[in-house]
């Protein structure tokens, strides 16, 4: 029988070793990390960590369950970026963009073309912007140059014009409508960070067209046309975005006109009876508290990270 001694003197047994955890765990811990800046601390710590935060899949999950805190408005180009005030939970991070050192400016946009206005901001979704640059002096309406450009990053990208052959495809003769309206498509959870679409809707005459531009293709494509929605005429107010859909107020009508951007087809919805005059009411007491300002109203557009 060995002595006590003897049992004192042996080797310590080595401590167990922990399993190493599985990738499939290690996602669901670091999906629940809400702070990005804690985040991105962690992904630092080792290579499996930053492998796993770093993966496209694992960004569109963490997106969709941490979506981006409001930074600001931008109003116009010419006005810079307003950032969001306390309490805000993100007033400090937009202070620090917003700061005169941090550089947040439109000073590395291109210089527009001749007889073309100074570019300014049409619409701002996804930490991106989209600026448009409209003739001068035109009493119609033409095709706009377009371009993204994501501030932050100080990059952009000019967007070609629309084809004439993809005009006249869908009967419109000539880069020439009464009416252009170009927005920013949302991000679908199969968008990686660094795609993506502007919708383009052509109106000319009794003729309204989209068009869809993909930034991966580089080039516009037709999404749809509108010719039997019974609304010869009309005039389309107050664009609005909601769960893949883009609705507009049909002036001087109780109805909406409903854009699927997945399916990419139109339909209407009829709203209640005096609908209409319910809101002509709202915006002249929106117009009575404003002052009657005569002065192009304020395109206020959020901006994300």
């Given amino acids: 029988m060995p002595s006590p001694l003897c049992r004192c003197l042996e080797a310590p047994a080595s401590p167990r070793q922990l399993a190493a955890l599985a990738d499939d765990l290690l996602e669901e811990i670091l999906l629940r990390v809400s702070c990005p800046a804690d985040l991105a601390r962690a992904s630092a710590a080792c290579a499996s960590f930053r492998r796993i935060v770093t993966d496209a899949a694992f960004l569109r999950q963490y997106r969709s369950l941490h979506p981006p805190l409001l930074l600001g408005f931008i109003e116009k180009v010419s006005?810079?970026?307003?950032?969001?005030?306390?309490?805000?939970?993100?007033?400090?991070?937009?202070?620090?963009?917003?700061?005169?050192?941090?550089?947040?400016?439109?000073?590395?946009l291109p210089p527009t073309r001749?007889?073309?206005?100074?570019?300014?901001?049409?619409?701002?979704?996804?930490?991106?912007?989209?600026?448009?640059?409209?003739?001068?002096?035109?009493?119609?309406?033409?095709?706009?140059?377009?371009?993204?450009?994501?501030?932050?990053?100080?990059?952009?990208?000019?967007?070609?014009?629309?084809?004439?052959?993809?005009?006249?495809?869908?009967?419109?003769?000539?880069?020439?409508?009464?009416?252009?309206?170009?927005?920013?498509?949302?991000?679908?959870?199969?968008?990686?960070?660094?795609?993506?679409?502007?919708?383009?809707?052509?109106?000319?005459?009794?003729k309204s067209a989209v068009f869809v531009f993909s930034s991966g293709s580089g080039l516009w494509s037709v999404g749809t046309t509108w010719d039997d929605l019974n609304l010869r005429g009309s005039v389309l107010l107050c664009r609005s975005y909601a769960y893949g859909y883009i609705y507009w107020k049909v002036m001087q009508a109780n109805?909406?006109?409903?854009?699927?951007?997945?399916?990419?087809?139109?339909?209407?919805?009829?709203?209640?009876?005096?609908?209409?005059?319910?809101?002509?009411?709202?915006?002249?007491?929106?117009?009575?508290?404003?002052?009657?300002?005569?002065?192009?109203?304020?395109?206020?557009?959020?901006?994300?990270?």
């Fill in 255 to 305: 109805k909406l006109v409903k854009l699927d951007i997945n399916r990419m087809d139109f339909s209407t919805i009829d709203l209640p009876s005096h609908y209409d005059e319910r809101m002509l009411s709202l915006w002249r007491q929106e117009m009575a508290r404003l002052g009657k300002r005569r002065e192009r109203l304020p395109m206020d557009v959020c901006w994300r990270l």
């Fill in 79 to 108: 006005s810079g970026f307003h950032p969001a005030e306390a309490p805000h939970p993100n007033a400090t991070a937009a202070r620090s963009i917003a700061h005169p050192a941090a550089g947040f400016s439109f000073d590395y």
């Fill in 114 to 206: 001749c007889n073309r206005k100074p570019w300014d901001a049409c619409d701002v979704r996804d930490g991106r912007v989209l600026l448009k640059s409209g003739p001068v002096g035109y009493t119609g309406f033409n095709f706009p140059d377009l371009a993204v450009c994501d501030p932050v990053f100080r990059r952009y990208r000019l967007l070609p014009p629309i084809p004439d052959d993809l005009l006249a495809s869908v009967h419109i003769k000539q880069q020439i409508f009464p009416s252009f309206q170009a927005f920013l498509v949302p991000s679908g959870e199969e968008e990686d960070g660094t795609s993506f679409r502007v919708i383009g809707r052509a109106y000319c005459g009794i």
